[in-house]
Nanobody
C-alpha cells in the first residue's frame, strides 16, 4: 500500500501563490508516476500535472506557465508550485500515484482545498 498526504492548501487572493506538498509513504517501490489532479463540485476530476519516471514532468495547458511540478526524492515528496493563481483554480487538489505496468492511478491522497478569491 502507498499512503499519500497532501498539505499546503489554503485561501489566497487572485495573483497569489501557494505550494502544495504530497508526501508518500508505505510501499513506494515501482511507482512510475506521481500526479496532481483537481476537482470542483459538479465537475470531473482533471489532471493538473504529472511526473513520469524516465519522461519528466508535464502540466496541463490551462496551468502552463503558472504551475510547476517537482519532487524531492530524498524526502519522498512531490510539490505543486502554483503562481499567478486565478479564481478558476479554486478546487480540491489531489495527489495520486501509479505503479509501473498499471494503466491507472491506484493511490490517492485525501485532497487539500485551494480557494482563490478576488
Amino acid at each position: 500500500q502507498v499512503q499519500l498526504m497532501e498539505s499546503g492548501g489554503g485561501s489566497v487572493q487572485a495573483g497569489g501563490t501557494l505550494k502544495l506538498s504530497c508526501a508518500a509513504s508505505g510501499s513506494i517501490v515501482n511507482i512510475c508516476e506521481l500526479a496532481w489532479y483537481r476537482q470542483t463540485p459538479g465537475k470531473e476530476r482533471e489532471l493538473v500535472g504529472q511526473i513520469v519516471s524516465g519522461e519528466g514532468t508535464t502540466v496541463a495547458e490551462f496551468v502552463k506557465g503558472r504551475f510547476t511540478i517537482s519532487e524531492d526524492i530524498t524526502k519522498k515528496t512531490t510539490y505543486l508550485q502554483m503562481n499567478s493563481l486565478k479564481i478558476e483554480d479554486t478546487a480540491v487538489y489531489y495527489c495520486a500515484a501509479r505503479r509501473c505496468g498499471v494503466p491507472s492511478m491506484g493511490y490517492w491522497g485525501q485532497g487539500t482545498q485551494v480557494t482563490v478569491s478576488s
